[in-house]
Structure formats: structure tokens, C-alpha cells
């Protein structure tokens, strides 16, 4: 819409002024006819190079002046095929793939995939395991969350929280690079364990961690929760109702929001979580600002999780013992006949799964993240390796989010769904 | 590493997974024990005869396969009955056991209101893919149902809009997914990149965005010109 139909607009109608007030220089007189200005829907493309996209995500809308009246988003610029890859590796060797979906919280996808595969083959992981996978996870909650609070407040224009944001990953990251030696592509579970034991030290660099990010979260909310611009672009943007939410695939915090309490952690319980003490931080509108609250919330609960964790984390091996599963150590494997081959065994052929499938949901930072995978008896790959994607359901509501609201409202709304493309693609 | 033996090293990886025809995975008629989950028990009652088999995986997990014609009708019913109330579709997949066996649509569902889950298949001969689509029950079907007919080439029935998802909306070389589908893809590398840097309007917007971008006065379309970067 050009500056001079708004303008007409205002001075046709003179109780239509723009703060409430009777306009009194009408541009036009009132009697005059409205002239045909041939206005037409227009159709801009955002992205997939676009930094607002969070990723290489297309946007094509339909616009009434700045009004969006429809998007197709086009996906799948990112697309590497991972399901047909794992086809071709054994169990194993198909750990590194997940953490390239969601580079954003690399650890809960590693973890996910040998739940899943565990599951399958009814392998029992040791108490120390099931502990420090807890602690993977939910530090990787508030990893992948702390780059949503930073990347969505920077789209609304809040450019300090994303300062302190990134200032609190590098810590995370730090600790991942501290475990598993690298910072994003961590790859460090195995099917009956993990590549290897925390390393010495590790935990008290995480016990620092959850000592002082506290402090830097509150700085977070005090800067942003009752900020008058932040609620003025959330506030009533994107809302849906809880029933439309479900019906359409929303899960995580973006469900939460709604008011729908589902969380896999609460409702399909693994790893103990129903013995830890936490809360699901629901909210009522189910528009922007509620995900924003709901995911402050859940970066606290995660804290409040990860220090029950410490407290509880048992000693003991962490591997299950069973040469057929899990790699003898390297000195065994010099020196032992035995460990040696079953070392060739595992490696050469790898560890072979019953016929069967099995479906794995846990609660992802982005929402229910499920893995499916269907096994041959015996087979050592799978037959079919199927990611559910929380990202990609997610993201499937945004046109029907996004109508009748601004351009910069679908920004906000696209920032508040929390995806990453990577996953959606993968 | 000789040539030949680098040579047979890469057939293999096209070859892919080596699979057994044995049957694995299907509906072959068996009725697990069906007490642990009431779901499952009602739908034998009401639906017994489009019940083709039923099993339980990895422990707990309930699986039905039912009658593809039927789909429609036993989601349905099981998103709305009382006793069931199936409000949550986790997740549309497919499964293709190669060999020349039917491909598998997978529905894994949840119910908010009584913590179950449930999972049904359907099996599909390879010469009628053809599905009822479920986007009338669940919209979140509608992405996850366009990635199963993109990558296993599934079509789904009065599903709105039916086109592909992850590949390119004009992708010729088949269905990814399918155990027939060389890893490498089917064109050579050469025609692959050719086609992946086509710059052609009809290459980046699909027809329904082609309408809209096209101004009424001409009849030629206004996006992507070179007065309009679109």
C-alpha cells in the first residue's frame, strides 16, 4: 500500500484518526468519490538467504500493502538425505549423522538415536549412563534455547540479550568440547553407553556453569520480559488456540504456550525423569510472548534439573557389559585373545538388531522429537531410519500463523516457532 | 586398492542394503496377545475383518496393520471416540522393504488425554500407491503426508496440496526413498548440477505462485525479469 492511499484513508473518514483523534486536514474532500487505484495483491520472496529465516527457509508472500495474506514456505535447501545414508551404515556409524540435524543441540539427537536403538534390541544402559545422558540433554535444552532468545530478540530489534546469550553458550560449548572434543558435531554416544566418561574435573566445570548462568538469565529477563517494545511485537501475535495447536502437529514449548501441559518427559517417561523433581511451564495465550515465557521457564527447570542430576550421579561403569555390544578397552584388546575378537567382530560386522520396529519420542528443545527405526533379524543397519521432526510439524502452522498480520509480525512469528533448518531438511 | 576392486567397493554402496525376502515386518495375519492395550482390542471388535495383523515391538510398543482402503474411517474413529481419543499424530512415515514387498504407511499415534500410543500401518502393492489422505482429520498430516509422497512417491487422495516437499518441486529422478533409488541419484553428476543451477522462473516458483505474481495487463509473468528481481 503506497504512503498516499493511507494518508487518503485517514482523511475520508475523519473518526478514523491514527491516535483516535478527528482528523481535520482531510487531503481529500470527504464527498469525493474513492478513485480506482488499481491496488493488487504483490508477491515478495524472502529468503532463502535471508538472516530474519533463521536458516536457508523460502518464504514466498502474498501481500495486501504490508499485510501478509498467504505464505508457502519452501523447504529442503538444506536436504542431505540422512534417512537414506543411515540405510547404507550400521548402527554405530550413523551416531554422527544426528548431531548434524540439529547443530543446535547436537547432544539430545545423539542421545535420541541410541535410545531408540536400545529400545529396539532391549539393551539396559547403566545407571551412570542413563545420569550423564540426562545431563547431556538437558544442558543442550538450554543451549539450543539460549540461541532462540538471542536470534529472536535481535529480529525484534533487542540486541544486548543476544550478547549475553552467546556469552553463556560458549561456556556450553566449552564444556562439549571438554567431553567429546568437539564443539558443535559432539558424536558422543554409543549404542549400550558413550564414547567415553566424563572426564575428570568436568562436572565441577559444569557445577559453574549452573552457579552463575542463573544470575545472567535474570539480567536476560529483566532486559526483555517487561520491555514495552518486546511485549508490543509478541504480544497477540501468532496465537492459537489449544485445540488447533494438537490438531495441527505443535509440540514443545510452542504447544506449552497454548496451555496443553504435554511433555514427553511428564507423559511417556524415560530415564527416570519421573523420579526428578520439575515443572512444565505452561502458558494461556498461545501467542509469542507466552513461547518466550515458556522457554525462560524451561532454561530454569533445566538448571533445576541438571543440579538434581549432579547430586545423583552414581559411579560405576558406564558402558553396559556385553562384549556383543560395547568395545573392549584398548589395553584388553593387546593383550586379551577374547576382547580382540569380539573388537573385529563389532567393528567388522557390528551389532545385530531383532526384527522389529520401535518409535522413540522424547521431549527435543524444539518439541517431540521422535526417532522410528524398522530392523531386519540380525540386521546390523536398519532398514528404515526415520526422524520425526518437531522443527518441521512446527513450522508446517506458520502460514496459517502468519495471516492477516505485518510483514515484521512474520519475522516475529517465524523467530518464536524455534526451528532449525537443518533438522527440517535434513 | 586396484581400480576393479575401488570399482566393486562403489557397486556395493549403489547396490545398497542387502535384503532378506523373507517375510519380515508384515502383515501376515498374526494376533499378538492384544490385552495390554485396550485400543487394540476395541479394534478388533469393530473392525475385525479389516484387521490384517497385529504384533507388539520392542516390548510395548502395539502395532496394527489394517486395511489401506480403510484408513480413513478407523483414524477417524479412533480420534473420536470417547474411549480412545487419539488427538495427537506424532508422525506420517513410509517403509520400503525393497525386494518387490508392499510399502508400509506408518500413522504413530498419541492420546493426550489417556497417555497411549498407538501405531498403524497400511500396506501398499507397489502397483496402487494410492492412499486416503488424512489432512481432513489432522492438518499437521499435510507436510508430514507431501514428505512421504515426495520421497516414497505414496499418493495420498484428496490431500490439498499434494506436491513435493524436501526435493525440488520439478525433482524428475524419482522417489529418494525407494530401495530402488541409487544412493548417487539416477542422473549423472554432470546433469545433476546442470539441473540444480537452472535459472528458469518455472524452476524457483511453483504455478500456484506464477498466477500470483503475474500482472493481469501482460500476459507474460513479471516475476523474475530482469526490471523485477520477484
Known amino acids: 500500500m503506497s504512503k498516499r492511499t493511507v494518508e487518503f484513508n485517514v482523511g475520508r473518514n475523519p473518526e478514523m484518526g491514527v491516535d483516535g483523534s478527528v482528523v481535520d486536514s482531510p487531503i481529500f474532500p470527504f464527498d469525493m468519490p474513492e478513485p480506482d487505484l488499481g491496488t493488487e495483491n504483490m508477491l515478495i520472496n524472502i529468503g532463502p538467504q535471508h538472516p530474519a529465516t533463521h536458516g536457508v527457509l523460502r518464504l514466498v508472500c502474498e501481500l495486501d500493502g504490508e499485510t501478509v495474506k498467504r505464505v508457502i514456505p519452501h523447504i529442503g535447501y538444506l536436504h542431505s538425505s540422512f534417512e537414506k545414508l543411515g540405510e547404507y551404515r550400521t548402527w554405530n556409524q550413523i551416531v554422527p549423522l544426528t548431531d548434524r540435524m540439529d547443530y543446535l543441540a547436537p547432544l539430545i539427537y545423539n542421545c535420541v538415536y541410541v535410545m531408540t536403538v536400545e529400545k529396539l534390541m532391549g539393551i539396559e544402559v547403566t545407571e551412570r549412563c542413563k545420569v550423564v545422558r540426562v545431563i547431556c540433554m538437558e544442558m543442550d535444552r538450554i543451549f539450543s534455547h539460549l540461541l532462540w532468545l538471542g536470534t529472536t530478540a535481535i529480529d525484534v530489534g533487542a540486541f544486548t540479550p543476544f550478547l549475553y546469550a552467546f556469552q553463556e553458550r560458549e561456556r556450553i560449548y566449552q564444556l562439549h568440547e571438554a567431553f567429546t572434543g568437539a564443539r558443535i558435531t559432539t558424536s558422543a554416544t554409543r549404542v549400550g553407553g558413550m564414547m567415553a566418561d566424563l572426564p575428570e574435573g568436568w562436572t565441577n566445570g559444569l557445577q559453574d556453569f549452573l552457579d552463575t548462568f542463573p544470575k545472567t538469565l535474570e539480567e536476560i529477563d529483566r532486559l526483555l520480559t517487561r520491555n514495552q517494545i518486546h511485549i508490543g511485537r509478541s504480544q497477540g501475535i501468532g496465537a492459537i488456540s489449544a485445540e488447533d495447536a494438537i490438531n495441527s502437529g505443535f509440540t514443545g514449548a510452542n504447544l506449552r504456550a497454548c496451555g496443553v501441559d504435554y511433555d514427553v518427559r511428564k507423559d511417556q517417561p524415560y530415564y527416570d525423569y519421573e523420579t526428578y523433581d520439575f515443572e512444565i511451564p505452561v502458558g494461556q495465550y498461545g501467542d509469542c510472548y507466552d513461547r518466550y515465557l515458556c522457554r525462560m521457564e524451561e532454561m530454569r527447570q533445566s538448571v533445576s534439573l541438571l543440579r538434581q542430576a549432579l547430586e545423583r550421579l552414581p559411579g560405576g561403569p558406564i558402558d553396559v557389559e556385553d562384549p556383543n555390544i560395547s568395545l573392549p578397552s584398548k589395553t584388553d584388546c593387546m593383550s586379551d585373545m577374547e576382547s580382540m575378537i569380539h573388537h573385529f567382530k563389532l567393528i567388522t560386522e557390528g551389532i545385530p538388531a531383532p526384527e522389529g520396529d520401535c518409535y522413540m519420542p522424547i521431549e527435543g528443545s524444539k518439541g517431540e522429537l521422535g526417532m522410528y527405526i524398522v530392523a531386519e533379524e540380525g540386521g546390523t543397519k536398519p532398514v528404515r531410519w526415520r526422524i520425526r521432526p518437531p522443527s518441521l510439524v512446527n513450522l508446517s502452522v506458520l502460514p496459517k500463523l502468519a495471516e492477516e498480520h505485518l510483514v515484521s509480525d512474520l519475522v516475529m512469528i517465524n523467530a518464536s516457532l524455534d526451528i532449525v533448518l537443518g533438522e527440517i531438511d535434513r | ?230
Open chain 2, 1 to 230: 586398492m586396484t581400480l576393479d576392486e575401488t570399482k566393486a567397493g562403489l557397486d556395493a554402496v549403489e547396490e545398497g542394503p542387502h535384503l532378506s525376502e523373507k517375510s519380515m515386518g508384515s502383515s501376515d495375519g498374526k494376533i499378538a496377545d492384544p490385552d495390554g492395550h485396550p485400543s487394540v482390542v476395541a479394534l478388533l471388535l469393530r473392525f475385525g475383518d479389516s484387521v490384517s495383523g497385529h504384533r507388539v515391538s520392542a516390548g510395548t510398543q502395539h502395532v496394527v496393520w489394517i486395511d489401506s482402503a480403510r484408513n480413513l474411517e478407523v483414524l477417524h474413529w479412533l480420534r473420536d471416540d470417547q474411549d480412545h481419543q487419539y488427538d495427537m499424530i506424532s508422525d506420517i512415515t513410509a517403509v520400503d522393504y525393497g525386494a518387490g514387498r508392499p510399502i508400509d504407511v506408518v500413522y504413530q499415534l498419541f492420546s493426550t488425554v489417556y497417555k497411549r500410543a498407538l501405531r498403524i500401518r497400511c500396506e501398499l502393492p507397489l502397483d496402487g500407491l494410492e492412499i486416503d489422505s488424512i489432512v481432513e482429520l489432522w492438518s499437521a498430516a499435510n507436510w508430514l503426508e507431501r514428505e512421504v509422497y515426495d520421497l516414497f512417491g505414496v499418493t495420498f487422495r484428496k490431500h490439498p496440496d499434494l506436491r513435493r516437499i524436501l526435493m525440488p518441486h520439478d525433482y524428475e529422478e524419482g522417489h529418494p526413498l525407494r530401495k530402488d533409488f541409487p544412493l548417487r541419484g539416477r542422473f549423472s553428476r554432470a546433469e545433476q548440477t546442470r539441473r540444480a543451477l537452472d535459472q528458469s522462473v518455472e524452476h524457483s516458483y511453483i504455478a500456484e505462485e506464477m498466477d500470483l505474481g503475474r500482472d493481469p495487463q501482460q500476459a507474460v509473468p513479471i516475476i523474475g525479469t530482469k526490471d523485477g528481481d520477484g
